[in-house]
């Protein structure tokens, strides 16, 4: 027998504390066959399995999405995945993390509609990115969850595959894999779990043995999004296997050695406040990467808040890069002055009014160029290159950087939105200091008045007890 299944999904990163709200334009139908999906095809193609695409969206972690967006959204998935009605199989590619105003969790909801539109009988195999926060209720609606396996994310195709694997496999053995969630009470800025790093890294390397156990298909360890002051926020264990029982007591299990190894996940790179950052990176004769990781782009922010742009400038800082501040307005107004010209304007502060505002620059057009196709300016202050993007992204690659001509070991410092440095800047970088600079992705969570998690919580709660049991 033959089976059939598709590939739809409506992955996003909500960070509530970001003032400005993701809309429907934000995202996008993925209409061509993505990287990540077409090793997936071809495994389908060797199993003789029918597959298609459907409805498959996707955008850049922002500020939360308004319900009525969500919902035009979710109906347009819908419409489109129920014109492929009937299949066997469903391969979501989510994130986890999606929050919607009014309604709460957009992925549960999301999960919620499309068993109710497919029934109980097709299987629904989930991807998760390990940055979403899962309640408990997520595993009534799925049958397979496979989570990213590496913070920074380098295995999201393996990842796919995996998910696309398990879920065929169920199909060819006529069985009907259950999921248990067990949520733990505590939330980390992703910065301080990186899977490469104790103890994130012996923790991430039991995934493997624990899927090789009998019945079991698979496990994952969610961080979880501490930018999200959602009842939900928090870590999570989650495991798939061949019955309930079975995942359950194997995610109990996994869920206390993660709690029990919460006190020793720490920052991996050098930390300090934004002025000392700059000084000693300015003192330092090799290149030194700053991330203004209170406004990274990556984790939600806006990308256009110039806190640490100004103390560079108050240092008198020469011979620096300055990654980026994302304002279309002010890309518009050094286009029409044109190359060379010398203007005064207000920068950034547009997207997020709440942690920043329009700052005063004074400075000259040195180049117009693009980065992709997203028109990018250089605009000269004294010693820094500043980058003004016409679109909010986050510059993460060293390619990037040599498009716009850019050589970045030739500079004293390079400031990038960023939290940890993605690998290709990593590789490169001769140090790296994370800056704990003001934002809605600020990596001191203990500053913010969060409202809405669950208490106790740690580490906010920090010597707090607690029961994978009760
Ligand atoms: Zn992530």
């Not at 999906?37 to 999405?65: F, H, P, S």
């Not at 304002?327 to 518009?332: F, G, H, I, L």
């Not at 290709?424 to 934002?439: D, K, N, Q, V």
Request: contains cysteine; neutral net charge; proline residues 4%.
């Amino acid at each position: 027998m033959s089976f059939k299944v598709l590939i739809s999904g409506f992955g996003h990163e909500s960070n509530t504390f970001s003032p400005f709200s993701t809309q429907k334009k934000d995202f996008r139908i993925i209409k061509e066959t993505p990287e990540f999906v077409q090793k997936t095809i071809d495994l389908a193609n060797i199993q003789n399995i029918e597959i298609k695409q459907a409805g498959l969206m996707n955008i850049m972690t922002g500020g939360k999405i308004s319900e009525n967006d969500f919902e035009e959204l979710l109906n347009e998935m819908l419409t489109q995945i129920k014109k492929e009605l009937p299949f066997n199989g469903l391969l979501l590619r989510m994130h986890g993390g999606m929050e919607v105003e009014n309604l709460g969790h957009g992925t549960t909801e999301v999960l919620k509609r499309i068993r109710k539109l497919v029934g109980e009988e097709t299987l629904i195999s989930c991807y998760l990115d390990l940055h979403g926060n899962i309640p408990k209720e997520f595993e009534k609606y799925v049958n397979i969850v496979s989570a990213l396996r590496t913070a920074p994310h380098v295995d999201r195709i393996e990842t796919f595959q995996r998910s696309a694997k398990l879920l065929f496999d169920s199909l060819n053995n006529k069985s009907t894999p259950k999921t248990v969630v067990i949520p733990i009470p505590m939330i980390f800025p992703g910065e301080k779990v990186i899977t490469d790093v104790e103890p994130g890294k012996s923790l991430y390397a039991k995934l493997k043995l624990i899927d090789k156990k009998p019945n079991i298909l698979a496990s994952s360890l969610m961080v979880g999004f501490a930018w999200a002051d959602v009842k939900q926020a928090g870590s999570s264990v989650i495991v798939s296997a061949e019955d309930y029982d079975t995942a359950r007591s194997e995610a109990l299990e996994l869920a206390r050695t993660f709690w029990n190894q919460r006190k020793n996940f720490d920052f991996d790179c050098e930390t300090m406040e934004v002025k000392k950052a700059i000084k000693l990176a300015n003192d330092d004769p090799k290149t030194v990467f700053i991330s203004d990781s209170g406004d990274n782009v990556t984790a939600g922010a806006a990308g256009d808040i110039c806190e640490v742009l100004d103390e560079l400038i108050k240092q008198k800082i020469k011979n620096t890069v300055f990654a980026q501040i994302y304002d279309e307005e002010a890309v518009m107004l050094c286009k029409k002055n044109g190359l060379g010209s010398e203007i005064e304007f207000y920068l950034g502060g547009k997207l997020d009014t709440l942690f920043g505002k329009p700052y005063k620059v004074k400075g000259k057009v040195k180049k117009i160029s693009k980065v992709g196709n997203i028109e990018t300016i250089i605009f000269q202050i004294d010693g820094i290159d500043l980058l003004i993007t016409k679109e909010r992204f986050p510059l993460r690659t060293v390619q990037e950087f040599e498009e716009l001509g850019i050589d970045l070991l030739s500079k004293n410092i390079v400031v990038v939105k960023l939290g940890y440095l993605y690998p290709p800047l990593e590789e490169i970088a001769p140090r790296a200091i994370m800056a704990f600079s003001t934002g809605p992705a600020c990596q001191k969570i203990e500053k913010f008045s969060y409202k809405n998690i669950r208490r106790p919580i740690f580490p906010l709660d920090y010597d707090m007890v607690w029961d994978a049991n009760k």
